[in-house]
């Protein structure tokens, strides 16, 4: 019998020196003249800890623009013109514009007289408040005039100076109600304005026109949007690209280099990583990485082209092991290392539990091997 059997009293199990599996005859069985594995007791396996990254990963990704929006009409009505480009030519697909350029206009006749009539209610509105406050004058002079009589003379009785001054706080009441008209007038008359502006749509940024969904004619709702055309920018790009989750924590923004490739580009492009996003895909566990495209140096790279990125990383000194090989109990965390062909327990700090296992942040370097209960098949 070649096959020795270790004890591992601080795992609690045992563990085959060569193989951590006993001799077995075709079948299954323990090859006759072995003593085979002790009753009871599961065969180990040898993992080897594995670096969490490289000291470089390739990722795939496409140029998105920095902006792009489908606009539409806030207003209910037809779409009656389009913008012009450069060439005075309606605007169509592919055609640039400039930020607060004219794209298209809706009827606005009806927004038109909706302005008029928010302008005459609000000079109704004020010309009875100022013939309130005309009349409130007039009977303030009254008040003066009575309690000179009242208080003076005594030739009128008290009650009258007090009917003089309760028509005075009267007015005052109807002119405070009159003035709050006024305000409502006004607001009334700014939101008229407003949609009046709105029947022109402008571009809200520099950017070229890649879809037109409406035509001349056609009637739009306010609620919800329709959509009449899409504007993206071409010059404001950035390259989108997808690295497994593994990666995550040797990605830094600004510091973490990224160089690109793309059949659009004629040399390599060498940038900095601008911004990670930090949200794993539970379908793929992979997460975004974004890289702003300087338009200086951008090329002949338009959005949703394909790029191929190298990322410089610092693989740093985590491994990761299949979860199954961890120990947890009282003392800690541990592993089982193989140190000299013998078992030995090992504290590890742990780290992220990833898809492909648990990150070990430091007790043990890549290349170690650690025994694992086997795979579950």
């Known amino acids: 019998m070649n096959t020795k059997y270790l004890k591992i009293a601080a795992s609690g199990f045992l563990l085959a020196a060569t193989g951590f599996a006993a001799e077995q005859a075709p079948g299954g069985t323990p090859a006759a003249g072995s003593a085979g594995a002790p009753t009871g007791v599961a065969a180990m396996e040898l993992v080897e800890a594995k670096p969490v990254c490289a000291a470089e990963a390739t990722a795939t990704g496409r140029v998105l623009p920095l902006y792009s929006a489908r606009l539409g009409s806030r207003l209910t009505a037809q779409v009656v013109s389009w913008g012009t480009g450069e060439d005075g030519k ?3 697909v592919g055609m640039r514009v400039k930020a607060g350029q004219i794209l298209f206009a809706v009827e606005s006749d009806t927004f038109r007289a909706k302005v008029a009539v928010a302008e005459a209610t609000l000079a109704s509105a004020s010309a009875q ?8 004058l007039d009977r ?6 009575y309690r000179r009589l009242v208080e003076v003379d005594r030739t009128v009785p008290l009650k009258k100076l007090e009917e003089v001054r309760l028509g005075v706080e009267t007015f005052r009441l109807q002119i405070k109600a009159a003035k709050a008209q006024v305000q409502g007038a006004q607001a009334a008359l700014d939101a008229a304005r407003i949609d009046l502006r709105d029947t022109e749509v402008k571009a809200p940024f520099d950017g070229v026109v890649t879809k037109r969904m409406k035509g001349l004619g056609d009637h739009l709702a306010g609620a919800p949007l329709v959509e009449v055309l899409e504007l ?9 690209l997808r690295l497994p989750e593994s990666y995550l924590a040797q990605v830094v923004p600004g510091t973490t280099v990224v160089a690109l490739s793309s059949p659009q580009l004629q040399d390599e492009l060498t940038l900095p990583v601008t911004r990670v996003v930090p949200l794993v895909d539970a379908a793929n566990g992979t997460f975004s990485v974004r890289v702003a495209i300087p338009a200086e140096k951008a090329g002949g790279l338009v959005p949703g082209a394909f790029l191929t990125g190298r990322l410089r990383l610092d693989a740093g000194t985590a491994v990761i092991v299949p979860l199954r090989a961890v120990i947890r109990d009282a003392a800690g965390a541990a592993v089982m290392v ?9 504290a590890v700090e742990l780290g992220s539990e ?4 648990v990150v070990v942040k430091s007790g043990l ?4 091997q650690v025994a694992a209960s086997p795979e579950k098949k």
Not at 232 to 240: F, I, K, N, Y
């Open 90 to 92: 309606p605007l169509d």
């Open 129 to 136: 408040v100022s013939d309130l406050e005309a009349r409130l």
């Open 140 to 145: 303030q002079a009254d008040e003066a005039r």
């Open 232 to 240: 993206t920018t071409t010059d404001r790009l950035e390259a989108e």
């Open 338 to 346: 193989l140190e000299n062909g013998k078992p030995v327990r090992r």
């Open 354 to 357: 990833l898809t492909e296992g």
């Open 365 to 368: 370097k890549p290349g170690e």
